[in-house]
T-cell receptor, first 107, second 122 residues
């Protein structure tokens, strides 16, 4: 199974700052990589799929890049509602797997 | 709009079974695969398996083979996930989740239920 490693585990930033989250796969997943946001007590929400395509109604401050084994989620300017946990997921091969998550917290 | 509404929280004893329901609305139930994902408190997301609601075909994570069964009732647009031989480490929130679209792959999740917490405790 493909292992996804997210870094850092926690990112402490202030509103308005840029956030850069990393996801590395143990083998190539091509572009079958998605990013989800999860807030406390809520289900995850799809942000990005196909490594770089924004899901419906996702603000353009969220962007994804990468292919193969190295991927990045960038939040250009953090809004208060963006402080949450972010997970990457590969969905190109079975079993699909998730990374361990990156928590973006208010500094 | 797509909605997935899950059954309520449950408490079970070790060794028991639990069956979670997931009622779909806002789309044609048989047209989109359903996945089940669980999350222990304070932990990450763990994929359990998928089901094609049209054919009933399923695929399970190796970890849950023999303990999990995913079924559906198309007449009421409802998917079910049953987990047996419960252990304390099965305590988690369980999510049903619909794929984003038919061309995007079986495991790309676009819509999530609200989650069902079940607690395994003696």
């Amino acid at each position: 199974e493909i292992v996804l490693t997210q870094s850092p585990g926690t990112l402490s930033l202030s509103p308005g700052e840029r956030a850069t989250l990393s996801c590395r796969a143990s083998q190539s997943v091509s572009s079958y990589l998605a990013w989800y946001q999860q807030k406390p007590g809520q289900a995850p929400r799809l942000l990005i799929y196909g490594a770089s395509s924004r899901a419906t109604d996702i603000p353009d401050r969220f962007s994804g890049s990468g292919s193969g084994t190295d991927f990045t989620l960038t939040i250009s300017r953090l809004e208060p509602e963006d402080f949450a946990v972010y997970y990457c997921q590969q969905y190109g091969s079975s079993p699909p797997t998730f990374g361990g998550g990156t928590k973006v917290e208010i500094k | 709009q797509v909605q997935l509404v899950q059954s309520g929280a449950e408490v079970k004893k070790p060794g028991a079974s639990v069956k979670v329901s997931c009622k779909a609305s806002g789309y044609t139930f048989t047209s989109y695969d359903i996945n089940w994902v669980r999350q222990a408190t304070g932990q990450g997301l763990e994929w359990m398996g998928w089901m094609n609601p049209n054919s009933g075909n399923t695929g399970y994570a190796q970890k849950f083979q023999g303990r999990v069964t995913m079924t559906r009732n198309t007449s009421i647009s409802t998917a079910y996930m049953e987990l047996s031989s419960l252990r304390s480490d099965d305590t988690a929130v369980y999510y049903c989740a619909r794929v984003l679209n038919r061309g995007g792959g079986t495991y790309l999740i676009g819509y999530w239920g609200q989650g069902t917490l079940f607690t395994v405790s003696s």
